[in-house]
């Protein structure tokens, strides 16, 4: 007998109010350059732009506030369940 899995995902999203210009604050605040910090987190300037003015399709993953929080030297508090670390 041939042994299948399926897996199934679970998807979870929260809103937060004000995260866009809170991450905007942060970026202003540090020493890095916008360039520097698309760079290291690994997204472009159109789509930094679109999470600051919170315009962005669809939602910011956790794994990009992860490495937002790393680079930018800050932590939002937004935790999910089963959040992974990055």
Not at 11 to 29: F, H, M, N, P, T
């Amino acid at each position: 007998m041939i042994s299948t899995r399926m897996r199934i995902r679970q998807v979870k999203e929260v809103e937060i109010e004000g995260l866009g210009e809170r991450i905007k604050q942060a970026r202003l605040d540090s020493s890095k350059s916008l360039e520097q910090i698309c760079d290291e987190v690994g997204v472009s300037r159109t789509y930094w732009y679109d999470v600051e003015k919170e315009t962005l399709k669809g939602a910011l993953s956790i794994e990009n506030l992860r490495k937002i929080e790393g680079v930018l030297g800050v932590d939002f508090g937004v935790s999910l369940e089963g959040d992974p670390e990055i």
